[in-house]
């Protein structure tokens, strides 16, 4: 199904595009189509969201610049840990919400690709990840807990491991904490109140950034535009 939203997507890549390309694993399936089309002649310049997303791009021979050499973009693609019907999202998981949202905001489009299991009637069945400075950081939990529960929200603030041990860091350095708050009513309100803490670079909700949505499961891919 990843490759059923991805090769959707593609179909909405013209020659000469500046594309921002996105990270994880329905992304990757993306940037690996693309790969085949580069190799068959199509012309486009990328941005990549993320080292893990670069050095697939490279491997495939896809141009790639940087985002100050292309500060305007065409299109990014994308995947989502969970979207509503809203085309509100919730990313991270990757652990590349910061870049992936400075890519989404210089581009005139956001496609995000899924399958079905991630559409969702209400964000919050998965954790939201939230991008935060190492220095102060009992400092910043706290403050993202109590100014959380001011809207009514409460659950556990995990501050993610990486897989061979210790904290995981973000391709700018940072840590990420995976607030499992569940149902977020108010995503918007959530997101006013996580960008007045100190010490909080990002979080993981992407509001009023995709203008479609590809999403396949087994019989078709449905295209949902905000409602």
């Known amino acids: 199904m990843k490759e059923k939203a991805a090769a959707a997507a593609l179909g909405h890549v013209e020659r000469g595009m500046r594309l921002g390309l996105g990270t994880g694993s329905t992304a990757e399936a993306f940037v690996r189509l693309l790969g ?6 199509l012309t ?3 941005v990549a969201t993320s080292e893990r997303t670069a050095n697939l791009a490279r491997e495939l021979r896809i141009p790639l610049s940087t985002l100050d050499e292309l500060p305007e973009l065409d299109l990014t693609v994308d995947g989502a840990d969970e979207l509503d019907d809203r085309l509100r ?18 581009s005139k489009d956001m496609i995000v690709i899924a399958d079905a299991s ?15 400075v190492p220095f102060g950081l009992q400092a910043t939990l706290r403050a993202i807990g109590s100014r959380s529960r001011a809207l009514g929200l409460d659950g556990t603030l995990a501050v ?7 904290s995981y860091v973000t391709d700018g350095g ?19 109140t996580l960008n007045s803490v100190p010490g909080v670079v990002e979080h993981g909700l992407f509001i ?5 949505a590809l999403i396949a499961d087994t019989d078709a891919v449905i295209h949902l535009v905000p409602a």
């Open 89 to 106: 999202l919730v990313k991270g998981g990757g652990g590349a919400l910061l870049r992936e949202k400075i890519v989404a905001a210089a």
């Open 118 to 132: 991630k559409r969702v009637e209400t964000l919050g069945r998965f954790p939201l990840p939230i991008e935060v």
């Open 174 to 192: 940072h840590l990420i904490v995976d607030a499992a708050f569940g149902r977020l009513p108010e995503p918007e309100a959530l997101a006013e």
């Open 36 to 41: 085949v089309r580069v190799a068959e002649g």
């Open 44 to 46: 486009v310049d990328c």
């Open 160 to 166: 993610r491991q990486a897989a061979g041990g210790g």
């Open 208 to 212: 009023g950034l995709a203008s479609a």
